[in-house]
């Protein structure tokens, strides 16, 4: 069994993100294409606000010293287990469920834009903030609080995501901007298409901004993302990358 590990990274960092796809669900979206986008968004977008530039690079499998972004069919299939939760080095990890983002209606673009700025904003998925005086801890997901809005990044949709602002509860409505695209007008507003991680009694919770967010909600596979990793109850574990060269020679890849 892996060495049990927690995801490590130096604050400040400018990361290398080793981009491939192990999916056989194509991808709707030229993978070169995608990650040329990826890489405006975050040149433009991302990093200008929150202060996280990225290098991405598209790679056959992880790259030493490098965070990396996976793209597998779903979270239920041998590889998305082998992959586990970190790089073999225990850095950064984002997975991207393309059948599962498919037969959701979403869009494998949106899908791996938000998970790219959450990694950025939060690498090792530990962070929280109280909102004033109350007793809910809040998880610093960039994306999540206005999830299924999206902006088009040469041409390619791009996830919608929250500005630092967001998570200060001083701010009155409508004095700063809170999110990207101006639909967010308060601190730890909830869009009706978005939720919010928050920890309250000990526990963890996924807080909806709608009746039918809930609803939709509650049919995704959830595996393998960001709030699964929040309440494991025990250290992150690196990909296991044995296991992953034996499938593959079994799959003749």
Known sequence: MPKRRYG??????????????????PLRVDFDDL??????????YVAP????????????SFRKGAWAMVFLDNAGNADAEAY????????PLA????????DMGDLVSTSASHELVEMLVDPATNMMTTRGNSKIMYAYESADPVEELSFRVNGIPMSNFVYPAYFENFHKPGSVQFDHMKR?????????????????RGKWHDRSGSPAK??????EDRRGHRGAQRRKKTALLPANLPRI????????V
């Open 35 to 44: 990650i040329a986008a990826l890489q405006v968004y975050v040149n433009k």
């Open 214 to 219: 809930a609803k939709r909600f509650a049919k």
């Open 245 to 252: 060269k034996k499938l593959e020679q079994k799959a003749g």
């Open 49 to 60: 606000v929150w202060g996280t530039p990225a290098k991405l690079i598209k790679t056959r």
């Open 95 to 102: 997975k991207i469920f393309v059948k599962t983002t498919l």
């Open 8 to 25: 490590a990274f130096n604050q400040g960092e400018f990361p290398t993100i080793a981009c491939f796809n192990k999916a056989k669900t």
């Open 184 to 200: 967010v007008h308060k601190p730890f507003q909830i869009l009706a298409g978005g939720y919010q991680t928050i920890f309250r």
């Open 84 to 91: 586990h939760d970190l790089t073999p080095d225990g850095l």
